[in-house]
């Protein structure tokens, strides 16, 4: 059954938006090479002017970055350094709706998962690590585990906050400082987490933010007075990133593409499964490197299987991202519409069946609707490559081990999900899975206590729990004072 709602927009009065946005360096935002726009997807509506970063940008900023690691930061108690943190999570806690807002409005996805999903997430991870500040010598990595010195952390525009979360508080709480670089159509919230960085009276220079595109973050790569980068975005980009710093001697973490698996077994609860599939794959429009984009089907109950999604589709409600009723929101960009678009097409033209939830889409914007493919094969490009977008390649299988085998035949490797009430046939999937993270009955589950990385394409070094903080420690390091993260 399909309910009508009201509309329930979310006000934006609570944003205040500038007309244009400085570089943040060394504490305060300044002026930079030149500037470009940033739109609501939603409706392609200009929010506000950003800062350009050239490459004598990102050089002052890595000098800022410089000098308040060994001025301030690196010297810092790792108690003092925990304080600034977590004054920072009770600053996002407290302008939540904020925040949860402008993201909307920058990005396209729907305010009820800025809100109860990226917005909570990213005071979590500054919580988490902030606890560990002045416990680093309990980590596990030698009783006094050093910095590394100054981050280069380049993020895509999926999660912007809160890649911005994953990718600051670990760098903050080891006492490195960092140089980050936002999405290009994705700026704001980095903005915002500037201001925030002031209000908490962060010292100048920890954190610094240049705004720009594909060229900033290689000038950032690039960059001689840099010592570790943190990346997250496409496998090809990755790559790119890779053969820059594998010559530089930098320390390198990459977290790239996905094309996960969600498994489901003829045992497993057919509605709760349904629920964790479109989860899977509609959530955040499938801009997602751990989405379950391919789903495998045990052949006895695909038929249920597949009906009960189409019902479950056909209720999934697209439109305004600020409505709070939405569940389904707008397409980042126009490239990324016109990506999902080409891979869509190929679907067709190899010979997989289509369909579409039957949703109209507004008129102003970049939309595309709730779609699964059936008699897909291994072999087709939607079965092979990342569409990040809102579509499912549907496939079955007999036995676990061809699961297995289907699901591990990918070049990535980041994430998994199994649906059985067997918790042997859990274990004994988990052990032969080739994806860093797998959930059981569950998908998109994230907890900053939780390691998250890849195998494979999808990249290497983790984020989140014990094991994200070795990205940024100089495990190997010896105990001098200077530069101790646990002083
Ligand atoms: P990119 O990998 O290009 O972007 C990720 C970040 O890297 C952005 O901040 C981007 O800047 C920056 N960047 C781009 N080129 C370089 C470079 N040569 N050196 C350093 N930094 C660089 O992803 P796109 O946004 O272009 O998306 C393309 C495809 O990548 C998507 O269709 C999707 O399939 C995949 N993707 C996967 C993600 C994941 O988490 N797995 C996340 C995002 C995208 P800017 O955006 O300003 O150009």
């Not at 301030?72 to 600034?84: A, D, I, L």
């Not at 911005?164 to 704001?188: D, H, I, M, Q, S």
């Not at 790239?256 to 498994?263: D, E, P, Q």
């Not at 949703?359 to 990342?386: K, M, N, Y």
Request: proline content about 6%; charged content about 20%.
């Amino acid at each position: 059954m399909r309910f009508e709602y009201a509309p329930a927009p979310e006000s934006r009065a609570i944003v205040t938006l500038r007309d244009s946005y400085g570089l943040f360096i060394g504490g305060s935002f300044t002026g930079g090479s030149s500037v470009f726009k940033t739109i609501s997807p939603a409706s392609e509506e200009v929010l506000a002017e950003v800062t350009h970063a050239g490459p004598e940008d990102v050089d002052r900023a890595v000098a800022a970055a410089r000098q308040a690691y060994e001025r301030t930061w690196s010297v810092m108690p790792g108690r003092e350094r925990g304080k600034y943190l977590f004054r920072i999570a009770r600053i996002i806690q407290e302008r939540a709706r904020e925040l949860a807002v402008l993201e909307t409005l920058d990005n396209g996805k729907p305010i009820r998962e800025s809100r109860d999903v990226d917005v909570p997430l990213a005071a979590a991870h500054f919580f988490y690590h902030a606890g560990w500040a002045d416990k680093l010598g309990y980590a596990g990595f030698g009783p006094s585990p050093r910095s590394l010195g100054v981050v280069g952390q380049v993020i895509p525009w999926n999660f912007p906050l809160l890649m911005l979360a994953w990718k600051v508080a670990p760098a903050l709480a080891c006492g490195n400082t960092v140089v980050l670089k936002p999405a290009e159509t994705t700026p704001l919230t980095a903005l915002l987490f500037a201001e925030i960085c002031q209000q908490a009276d962060l010292p100048p220079g920890v954190v610094n933010i240049v705004t720009g595109d594909g060229a900033t973050g290689q000038a950032l790569v690039a960059h001689p007075g840099i010592d570790k980068i943190a990346f997250t975005g496409s496998t090809e980009v990755g790559k790119e990133i890779a053969r820059a710093c594998a010559v530089s001697g930098k320390r390198l973490t990459l977290e790239l593409g996905g094309k996960a698996a969600n498994v489901v077994f003829d045992d497993a609860p057919v509605d709760q499964a349904v629920e964790g599939i479109v989860n899977g794959i509609f959530f955040n429009q499938g801009h997602v490197c751990c989405a379950g984009s391919r789903l495998l089907v045990q052949e006895s109950v695909y038929d249920d299987v597949l009906a009960a999604l189409r019902r479950r589709m056909g209720t999934l409600r697209l439109g305004d991202p600020l409505d709070k009723n939405t569940d389904v929101g707008a397409i980042n960009s126009r490239a990324q519409l016109d990506k999902i678009g080409e891979l869509v097409s190929s679907g067709e033209a190899e010979g997989a069946a289509r369909w579409s939830a039957p949703c109209p889409l507004p008129d102003r914007g970049f939309w595309f609707a709730p779609t699964i493919f059936t008699e897909v094969s291994q072999a087709h490009r939607i079965a092979r490559e990342e569409i990040f977008g809102p579509v499912l390649s549907v496939l079955t299988f007999r036995t676990p081990a061809e699961a297995i085998e289907k699901a591990n035949n990918t070049p990535y490797g980041l994430s998994a999900g199994v649906w059985t009430e067997k918790g042997s046939l859990i274990l004994w999937m988990a052990s032969r899975l080739r994806a860093g993270v797998i959930w059981a009955n569950t998908f998109n589950r994230f907890d900053p206590a939780s390691p998250f990385g890849g195998y494979k394409e999808s990249g290497f070094g983790r984020e989140g729990g014990r094991h994200g903080l070795e990205a940024y420690l100089d495990v190997a390091g010896s105990a001098d004072a200077a530069g101790s993260a646990d002083a």
